[in-house]
């Protein structure tokens, strides 16, 4: 049964979502192909990231001032650790991210990467040329270049920092400005507003009269920052609502930061979990009604609405939303679908020889595809045997090749051979409920266009289909021409730690 821990994967995406935080207001890195005459450290900043009580890991940013042949650039680098746990299992993930960019915040060029092992090393480097954005990932050893419009005046990712420590904030002041996020592949417009000074605790302990700034973005627009700035535009602390609790940074030594964590690592997995009232033999029900609470966001505004999910806002903050299991048409003919969902891309990888491979142990696609949909959903749920926490998101054909992972990898994997098989295929993000918590955790599955009807399988369980116990709030086709993968998991992470959930009735 899916209620085990073993069995899916609840927090994954917030790991990801840890990366993305550290560059709403601070830092990045750079490189630069010109001559260089001379180079000045502006900046070498170190802090150290807390969730609660738990300190979870640090961060490094330095920022250098290059006169070259022609031109000034700053040229950064920010590389971020994070240690925590997952169902017991330790997970250890390093960003790095480089920047070369104007003193006024144009971009020339950046470098992406993360490190998880025992995944490959996964990046992306973009390049400003005129008004394109060319952009060239790499994953698992495969690189891909795609390109797409950029708009001039839009901001690198760590123009914020070095824009605080030029034109210092006054209180009740603020700024505005664009800026790309690698992550997500997409820009966000981000507002920086001067409260008042007021006296905060440093992790020293020593009290500081500090300026307040209240730091928001588009991407995430209910998840406000708070960071306190020094005279000097110095962010000495900031402070975010995290799965009901504060993600806190503190700017600290070098030795500090990276005092060894041991034995005090955070388990997310936990912390992700939504309580609720028990619902027999859930993953067999044909419809429940919940009503969904959140007093930071309108959870109707990040829920799906479509032939299988209801959503009603009932009143502010509030939502009925009305999950029923597919009822199957006859098949005559598919619908007409966009190329990427059956394209392969850098994370479903259609061509790879192991793929192919795996794809051709079950046989009928021309005859009846839905027969093909939930045998390929078996095979995934038994070829991935070891159930493993420590990689936050692997491309199919790494899954392919370790036959490891939990719910992400199981999606993925069974996307690819689908799309293998001719059979068009989106990735889901959402909440499942699992018996042995009690509890509704994010969770990713996979849907397979049959006909002119999107069929939900999940590999996670392997059980042909799924019932009413799967809360749907995004998806996407991981393809490399849209947005970035993660970008699915936004609506969880606005959500999550401010939410409850009520089962009204179930059947």
């Known amino acids: 049964?899916?209620?085990?821990?073993?069995?899916?994967?609840?927090?994954?995406?917030?790991?990801?979502?840890l990366f993305s935080y550290s560059f709403l207001f601070i830092h990045s890195s750079a490189f630069s192909a010109e001559a260089t005459l001379s180079r000045k450290r502006l900046h070498d900043h170190w802090e150290i990231i807390f969730v609660g009580e738990n300190r979870i890991g640090y961060s490094n940013t330095t920022i250098d001032r290059l006169a070259l042949n022609?031109?000034?650039?700053?040229?950064?680098?920010?590389?971020?650790y994070l240690k925590i746990k997952r169902f017991g299992q330790d997970l250890q993930m390093t960003s790095v991210l480089r920047t070369t960019e104007s003193e006024t915040g144009d971009l020339f060029q950046f470098e992406y990467e993360i490190k998880n092992?025992?995944?490959?090393?996964?990046?992306?480097?973009?390049v400003i040329k005129g008004n394109q954005l060319v952009l060239t990932s790499t994953v698992n050893g495969q690189k891909s270049e795609k390109k797409k419009f950029w708009q001039i005046g839009t901001k690198s990712p760590i123009y914020q920092e070095y824009l605080l420590k030029k034109r210092t904030l006054k209180p009740e002041t603020s700024l505005h400005f664009k800026a790309f996020i690698p992550e997500y592949n997409?820009?966000?417009?981000?507002?920086?507003?001067?409260?008042?000074?007021?006296?905060?605790?440093?992790?020293n302990k020593e009290k500081r009269k500090l300026l307040v700034?209240?730091?928001?973005?588009?991407?995430?627009?209910?998840?406000?920052?708070?960071?306190?700035?020094?005279?000097?535009?110095?962010?000495?602390?900031?402070?975010?609502?995290?799965?009901?609790?504060?993600?806190?940074?503190?700017?600290?030594?070098?030795?500090?930061a990276l005092q060894a964590i041991s034995g005090e690592e955070l388990d997310l997995a936990v912390g992700t979990l939504v309580r609720v009232h028990r619902i027999n033999k859930a993953h067999k029900t044909k419809k429940v009604v919940y009503e969904i609470t959140s007093k930071g966001c309108e959870p109707a505004d990040l829920l799906v609405n479509d032939e299988t999910q209801e959503v009603k806002k009932t009143e502010k903050g509030k939502a009925l939303v009305t999950v029923t299991q597919i009822k199957?048409?006859?098949?005559r003919r598919n619908a007409k679908v966009g190329k990427?969902?059956?394209?392969?891309?850098?994370?479903?990888?259609?061509?790879?020889?192991?793929?192919?491979?795996?794809?051709?142990?079950?046989?009928?696609?021309?005859?009846?595809?839905?027969?093909?949909?939930?045998?390929?959903?078996?095979?995934?749920?038994?070829?991935?045997?070891?159930?493993?926490?420590?990689?936050?998101?692997?491309?199919?054909?790494?899954?392919?090749?370790?036959l490891q992972g939990d719910c992400t990898e199981h999606a993925v994997l069974l996307a690819a051979l689908l799309r293998v098989k001719r059979i068009p295929s989106r990735i889901v993000v959402g909440m499942v409920y699992t018996a042995r918590q009690q509890a509704f955790g994010g969770h990713m599955w996979t849907e397979a266009l049959i006909g002119n009807q999107w069929v939900p399988l999940d590999a996670t369980m392997g059980q042909g289909g799924i019932g009413a116990a799967h809360i749907k709030m995004g998806t996407s086709s991981f393809s490399d021409d849209g947005p970035s993968?993660?970008?699915?998991?936004?609506?969880?992470?606005?959500?999550?730690?401010?939410?409850?959930?009520n089962i009204l009735s179930s059947e």
């Open 1 to 17: 049964m899916p209620g085990t821990a073993g069995k899916i994967s609840l927090n994954k995406l917030f790991i990801l979502f």
């Open 70 to 80: 022609h031109s000034i650039q700053l040229e950064t680098s920010r590389k971020t």
């Open 117 to 126: 092992p025992p995944a490959k090393p996964s990046s992306v480097v973009g």
């Open 186 to 203: 997409k820009v966000t417009d981000i507002n920086i507003s001067a409260g008042v000074h007021r006296r905060t605790t440093l992790l």
């Open 213 to 256: 700034l209240r730091i928001t973005q588009s991407i995430l627009p209910t998840m406000p920052m708070r960071a306190y700035m020094d005279e000097k535009g110095n962010i000495l602390k900031s402070e975010m609502d995290f799965l009901g609790k504060k993600m806190i940074t503190y700017n600290v030594p070098k030795e500090v």
């Open 328 to 331: 199957l048409n006859p098949i």
């Open 340 to 402: 990427k969902y059956l394209k392969p891309s850098s994370f479903i990888q259609t061509r790879d020889a192991r793929i192919v491979q795996l794809a051709h142990q079950v046989v009928g696609s021309s005859v009846d595809p839905l027969r093909v949909a939930y045998q390929l959903e078996k095979l995934v749920h038994k070829k991935v045997s070891e159930k493993n926490f420590s990689t936050a998101l692997a491309s199919a054909a790494e899954v392919a090749q370790s």
């Open 485 to 501: 993968p993660i970008t699915a998991f936004l609506p969880l992470h606005q959500i999550l730690g401010n939410m409850e959930i």
